[in-house]
């Protein structure tokens, strides 16, 4: 059989199990007596043996059986475990991690994971000479059927709902059960696995003289099976988990593309009829509008990943460098759950890497500083996604030393970055001074730091994708960097509002309210307003935008459009809401100096470009 087809959900079943097995030795390593760290990082190489074997990956199958045997024996008692085996463990997880991909290119043989093995092996059986791995089809899964063996035992199979190119995975499950025997009586059949009629369950006789739990165990390592019934009763497989399709981000894309346009060809549509008063015309197109609307939701819906897909890839990087520079340090990890569009999702890994990196390497202290300071020796960084609206805000907070303000100041005068007689007057001016491209605190170059790419990277990887991201930091009491992101870089309701003749769009989630003010001079630079009995803080749009006649409007009373991000409030005075509306935001490419509220630009139904305004610079 060709397993070629194979070799994509090997990938990414691989890449799924290996960051599992990450995660479960830092929880091992905490907790070195726990016994779940040490069963699940064997079932998940266990997985990854049976499936290298399957496919003909015999350095893989070789180095995940070793591993496979070592954490048995820690399991059965017969290792006790200690920092030296849990290293050995980190290393040949990252040998596999490493090995997956040229495998799949057809160079598994030249894996160079023979002194891997050998250690592991040392572990395990010392002084004795490791038995060799037939890692074939009919290999170290093979059990002979002889005279007497049971004949035809039904096995009914069904993946977990939602699993990933199921038909290939319930192909997975038969080689997998055909390394045991013979397999026959398949229903559904094989043809049918790739095409909607497949509903994730199978049922198929085997016959072979395992038992029933090795039977299991077996099927089990093809992944994302949810229940193995072994048995001489089986009814007829049922349908019941909804239908399944693998669908590629391009497609979305594309998807997404086409409905981003029926948006505006919606809104020009919806302009025109308004000009004509047509009753049935304009139900018509309110209908269209609202299929539209549908359209829109489902796409951007279709697109949402948890943010969890790129924080569970940090806690490993992180443990790694922190016994690098010989510090502790504690990473916990909040939000998980919250989703993003996969292509904002995409780019938030470098980024985070490098503020994860530099609260490592420039935050946290030593141990023996961080008592000396009354301080617990293991550090702490908090990495917490939360949603806001249609925003999504992520948090990366540590309980380090801060950010030293005055040598910052001193490193930067020395270097040219600052004026002599200059000062940094906040946190914001801190953020943009780091965030020049080669300026570092560090005084040496490392291979941890010191070149001058790290908050420049965060904040031109950040704003590529609509983000925003802003600095709060305390001498002695640790630094924080929140990075606020548009929840999808598709459609947004807007409100639109104009100052003279231009228009601008103000994402209609951030809008708590409208109302009228007295214009003020005080709006120019951002003061106090009387609003509804009260006190708010206001500023004049046409003031922020530069507009020249402002001052003469100074005593009308205008719009004011209340924004709220988080528990921060401000008003917005305009000169007329015009209403709201769906847009398609697009990132602009900003020269140097362009206002840090200003979000992006859109296309109205009219063809006219406006541009969309950011709420949280604002407030």
């Known amino acids: 059989m060709d397993l070629d087809k194979y070799v994509a959900?090997?990938?990414?079943?691989?890449?799924?199990?290996?960051?599992?097995c990450n995660a479960l030795l830092l929880d091992w390593e905490r907790s070195p007596t726990s016994a779940a760290p040490v069963a699940g990082l064997f079932r998940s190489v266990h997985t990854i043996k049976g499936m290298a074997a399957t496919l003909g990956y015999g350095q893989l199958a070789s180095l995940s059986h070793a591993l496979e045997d070592l954490l048995a024996e820690v399991r059965d008692g017969g290792l006790v475990p200690n920092s030296d085996l849990l290293d050995l463990c980190f290393r040949s997880v990252?040998?596999?991690?490493?090995?997956?991909?040229?495998?799949?290119?057809?160079?598994?043989?030249?894996?160079e994971i023979d002194d891997m093995v050998a250690a592991l092996n040392e572990v395990v059986r010392p002084g004795e000479e490791a038995p060799e791995v037939d890692v074939h089809r009919?290999?170290?899964?093979a059990i002979p059927v002889g005279i007497g063996a049971p004949v035809g035992r039904p096995v009914r199979v069904t993946l977990r709902p939602g699993a990933e190119m199921a038909g290939a995975r319930a192909a997975l499950v038969l080689l997998k059960a055909e390394l045991l025997g013979k397999v026959s009586a398949v229903f559904p059949p094989r043809d049918t696995f790739h095409t909607p009629v497949f509903g994730g369950e199978l049922t198929f006789r085997l016959t072979t003289s395992a038992t029933d739990d090795r039977i299991a165990e077996v099927i089990r390592g093809a992944g994302d099976v949810l229940t193995v019934t072994v048995g001489d009763r089986l009814a007829a497989p049922t349908r019941t988990m909804g239908r399944q399709v693998r669908v590629t981000l391009e497609r979305l894309d594309d998807l997404l593309n086409q409905v981003s346009e029926l948006v505006v060809a919606s809104n020009r549509l919806t302009e025109l009829v308004e000009q004509h008063r047509d009753s049935p015309l304009e139900d018509a197109v309110g209908r269209v509008a609202r299929l539209v609307a549908e359209a829109q939701s489902s796409v951007t819906?279709?697109?949402?990943?948890?943010v969890a897909e790129v924080f569970d890839r940090f806690p490993r990087p992180i443990r790694d460098l922190a016994r690098e520079l010989e510090k502790r340090v504690a990473i916990i990890i909040e939000g998980g759950d919250i989703e993003l569009d996969r292509s904002i999702l995409d780019e938030l890994g470098d980024p985070l890497l490098h503020l994860l990196r530099n609260a490592v390497d420039h935050g946290l202290e030593a141990p023996a500083e961080r008592v000396a300071a009354g301080k617990p020796p293991e550090g702490r960084i908090l990495l917490r996604a939360t949603r806001e609206q249609n925003t999504v805000l992520i948090m990366v907070r540590d309980d380090g030393r801060g950010i030293d303000r005055p040598a910052v100041e001193i490193k930067a005068r020395s270097e040219g970055f600052l004026a002599h007689d200059q000062a940094l007057a906040d946190d914001d001016a801190l953020l943009a001074l780091l965030g020049k491209p080669g300026f570092s605190t560090n005084v040496e170059v490392t291979g941890v730091s010191g070149r001058g790419v790290g908050i420049d990277v965060v904040l031109t990887g950040f704003r590529a994708i609509g983000g925003r991201v802003t600095l709060r930091t305390n001498p002695g009491a640790g630094t924080t960097f929140e990075l606020r992101l548009p929840l999808t870089l598709a459609i947004v309701q807007a409100l639109l509002v104009t100052v003279g003749a231009e228009r601008y769009a103000l994402p209609l989630a951030f809008v708590a309210e409208t109302g009228q003010v007295e214009r003020s001079p005080d709006q120019a630079k951002g003061g106090p307003i009387s609003y509804r009995g009260g006190s708010l803080q206001g500023i004049a749009l046409d003031a922020l935008v530069g507009a020249s006649e402002w001052q003469q409007r100074v005593g009308h009373r205008r719009p004011v459009v209340v924004l709220e991000t988080g528990h921060r409030r401000i008003g917005l005075v305009v000169d007329t809401l015009v209403g709201r509306q769906d847009i398609v935001v697009e990132p602009v490419d900003a020269p140097r100096g362009t206002p840090p509220w200003m979000n992006g630009a859109a296309i109205l139904g009219d063809g006219l470009p406006i541009l969309v305004l950011d709420p949280a610079a604002l407030v």
């Not at 009919?138 to 899964?141: K, L, V």
């Open 94 to 111: 990252d040998a596999l991690e490493a090995g997956i991909e040229p495998a799949v290119e057809g160079q598994d043989a030249t894996l």
């Open 138 to 141: 009919t290999g170290e899964f």
């Open 301 to 306: 819906e279709a697109r949402l990943a948890p």
């Open 9 to 20: 959900l090997f990938l990414a079943d691989s890449r799924e199990h290996l960051q599992q």
